[in-house]
Structures are given as C-alpha cells and as structure tokens.
C-alpha cells in the first residue's frame, strides 16, 4: 500500500508539471499537449468498447483520425480564423466513417457507427473545444491570441475539486451522492470540494482581474457541478463494463479517460457560462 501510495504521488506530481509546464509554454505546447491527450484518450475508449461490447469493432484508427484533425481544425481556425474551408478535411472523416461500415462487413455496423461517433462527439469534441477556451481576441477581424488562463483555472479547479471533495468526503462523507454508480462519493465531500473551487477561484481573480471575483466562483461552480457529472458519466460507463479503472498508462491513477472525465463535461460548459457572463 505504502509503494502504491508513493507511486501514486510521483505520478501526480509528473501528471501535473507537465500539463500545467505545457499549458504555460505557448501555444504550441498547449496544443501538442491536448492533441496527444485526444489520441491517447480515444484510444483507450475504442480498446475498452472493442473488448467489452458484444458484436462491436469500431476502426480505432478511423476515429483516432477524426478525433486527430477535429482538434487541429479547431486550433488552425483559431490562429488562422479568416482561412474557408478548415472543417472540410473533418467533414470527409465523417463521410469515411459511414462509408467504411459498407466494405467492413462486420456483423453491428449500426453499434460500430454508434461508438465510433460516440468517441468524437464525447471525447474529441471536449478537448478540441478547450481551443475556444484558450483563444481570445478583443476585435473579431483580429487574429486570436494564446491566453493560457482559462484552460489553466479549469485544469486547477477540477483537480482543487477532486482533492476537496475526497479530503473532506473521507474525514466526514456519510450521505451518498450518487450510490447506484458511485457508492464512495458524498454530498459532504462535494459541498467540500465545491468550497475548495471557490476559494481557488478567489485566488484566481486576485491575480488574473479578466472576470470578477463573482464571476470567478460562477466559473468554479460550473466545474464542480459539470465535473462531478462528467466524473460519474464515465464511471457509469465502467460500471457497465465492470471495469475499476479505464486504464493503466498512468500509475497508480488508471487511464486518461479516469484523470480527464470530469474536464470533458466541464469545457464545454465553462464556454457556456463565460459566452453568458461576456456577452
């Protein structure tokens, strides 16, 4: 236990310097970053559908690929936003998917479909919007500009979030939140991790003043409640497949799709509520 425990920190403490060293280093990094995130990602969920869903083979390969160029299409339209046609290559992937299940006879291909759609729209779609988040330019007929803080704060409040809610959901967790598909969490440790964000997030418009302390904690909240969503999302999907972990690429802490569940409900929720509270 005492090795796993140490494991577990070494990882983490891996994990974390370099997301948030890449998220800091520009926009290349951040993009290289979340593109091998969505690879990884898509990757590991097309494995555990091939092997744990009857009749079903999805083209892992095909969907790496829309995943692949749906994330560069939305980083080139932000840096190169007046260039027609950057969605194009997407749309001939989606085309290529349909007309693939033609020549593969495989016995599901309404399922292969399904699942492979599935990866984009609940993976490929979450990071490749984390570009929007990243992006900002004050004149719309100007070229955007790398603004590395809201992908960062949605980064540091889902993890403020998972430490609060399991800190204070061990030390005094008693009511279940969600018992049928997550018997350990707890109201307590939410509220807990609930308060962590918004004291994260003061933090946060004390040195970066680009929204108000109110509508910092607004930001925060939407992570906790989108994120602890996005969390049991995936674990109702492990459930399903009786599986504990989606992964083991990382250590002591599972797969990507276990460290990035709660990020893919929160980004396009965060766009949301930052499109409400600036427009």
Avoid at 39 to 53: D, G, P, Q, R
């Amino acid at each position: 236990m005492k090795s796993n425990l140490i494991q577990r920190i070494l990882t983490g403490i891996v994990f974390v310097a370099a997301m948030v060293g890449c998220i800091l280093g520009g926009a290349i990094s951040f993009g290289i970053l979340f593109l091998l995130i969505t690879l990884f990602a898509i990757h590991e969920f097309c494995k555990l559908v091939n092997k744990y869903e009857q009749n079903v083979q999805v083209n892992t390969g095909l969907c790496m690929l829309g995943g692949a160029v749906m994330f560069l299409c939305f980083f080139l339209n932000e840096i190169t936003p007046f260039v027609n046609g950057i969605f194009i290559p997407y749309l001939i992937i989606l085309i290529g998917i349909m007309v693939s299940e033609l020549y593969a006879k495989k016995n599901n291909p309404i399922n292969n479909w399904a699942y492979c759609f599935l990866s984009q729209i609940y993976i490929a779609l979450p990071f490749s919007l984390m570009n929007v988040l990243a992006f900002h330019s004050e004149d719309p007929t100007s070229v955007s500009v790398y603004y590395y803080i809201f992908p960062l704060a949605l980064c540091l409040l889902v993890w403020t979030n998972d430490i609060g809610a399991y800190v204070v959901g061990c030390t005094i967790g008693k009511h279940r939140l969600f018992p049928r598909i997550s018997p350990k969490k707890s109201w307590e440790g939410s509220i807990g991790g609930a308060v962590f964000c918004v004291v994260v997030s003061t933090i946060i418009a004390h040195f970066y003043p680009v929204l108000s302390t109110i509508e910092w904690a607004g930001f925060a909240l939407v992570v906790v409640i989108f994120g602890t969503w996005g969390d049991l999302t995936e674990s109702l999907m492990k459930r399903h497949w009786g599986i504990k972990d989606s992964g083991n690429i990382l250590p002591g802490h599972g797969g990507i799709l276990d460290r990035f569940d709660s990020t893919l409900l929160a980004v396009p929720a965060t766009l949301l509520y930052l499109f409400a509270v600036t427009f």
